[in-house]
């Protein structure tokens, strides 16, 4: 049985190897062994094996922030589980072949959609729906705004967006992205400058925003600010440039605007059994029924975790990067 380990902190391809051990025994009552079909590499993966994420574990340390699969054999007392049905991990660690899980650390997602879509669904999804219900009540027709938006999550806040009948203006670096974009749902894609918020009031009819989505931080935040009106919330939820989240005084004081952050651990730390639930019923649906679906730019193997890894730390991609620890999936 296969998974991927970090041995030391630095630049993910150089740093993990692949390691292998005896497959888990039969799952032990309230557990499921799981075969794992699909574990896509996040920025967060990235930050975490170069020793830049919130928190660094002991190594060597088995990695793998989500992945979903299928259950091959159920422990006593599971009933509401069977093999062949589709799991998603709640838990880290899954960049394996094979993962005996406690019950209270899967969720039964629907057999009937994509597996790669679904072992994307823990993390990025679920960050775009609670950003956009979390902070600001939205109404049909009401306006947001966020940058790094070709980005998983930028994906999963244009489709989700539209379904509820809330407009985008998407913010990029790259003007090939302007019409990919628009035929995700994104009513206004626009590349990032200085002259943003002239931009943004123009092709939105000056639309007072309230919302503001923020995965790049530094000089960004303040130029999404700018575009929104008095009293917006800006939500960080990344720092994709590296930097400091900037508002200035004006901002903050005069026009009354705030800045939260978002962390997805954090926020489902709190969270009970029963509202985790509801919230990937939710997501999981609007995967199943296509509303939500992430780009993917290329699979590997366990195998090829060299490659993958280098791949995953390219700009410019085109969509994610994903494991497939037990083989190509359809
Ligand atoms: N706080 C949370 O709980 C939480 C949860 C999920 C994700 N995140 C964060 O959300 C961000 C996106 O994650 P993801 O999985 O959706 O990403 P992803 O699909 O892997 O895409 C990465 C994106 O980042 C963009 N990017 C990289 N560096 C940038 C920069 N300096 N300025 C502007 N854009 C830049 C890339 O744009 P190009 O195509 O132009 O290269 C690409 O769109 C990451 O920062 C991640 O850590 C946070």
Known sequence: MKFLQLNEFGTPHQVVSVEEEAAPGAPAAQEVQVKMLA??????????????????????????????????????????????????????????????????????????????????????????????????????????????????????????????????????????????????????????????????AEETGNADIKLAIDAVAGASTRRLAESCGDGAVVVNYGFLSGNPCEMTPEQTVFRDMSLRGFWLSKFMGSMERSEIDKLYATVGGRVADGTVHAPVEATYTLDQAVEALEHAAREGRKGKILFTPNGPVT
């Open 39 to 200: 574990c896509p590499i996040n920025p967060a993966e990235m930050l975490l094996m170069s020793g830049r994420y919130a928190s660094k574990p002991d190594v060597p340390y088995r990695l793998g922030i989500e992945g979903a699969g299928e259950v091959v054999a159920v422990g006593d007392g599971v009933s509401h589980l069977k093999p062949g049905d589709r799991v998603m991990s709640l838990g880290r660690q899954n960049w394996a072949e094979l993962i005996n899980f406690s019950v209270n650390h899967v969720v039964k997602v629907p057999d009937n959609a994509d597996p790669l879509q679904l072992g994307m669904l823990k993390v990025n999804p679920a960050t775009a729906w609670l950003m956009l219900t979390g902070y600001v009540q939205l109404q049909p027709e009401n306006w947001l705004i966020q940058n790094a938006a070709n980005s998983g999550v930028g994906h999963a806040i244009i489709q989700l967006a539209r379904a509820e009948g809330w407009k985008t203006v998407n913010v990029v670096r790259r003007p090939w992205l302007i019409d990919p974009l628009k035929e995700q749902g994104a009513d206004v894609v626009i590349i990032d400058g200085d002259d943003l918020a002239e931009r943004v």
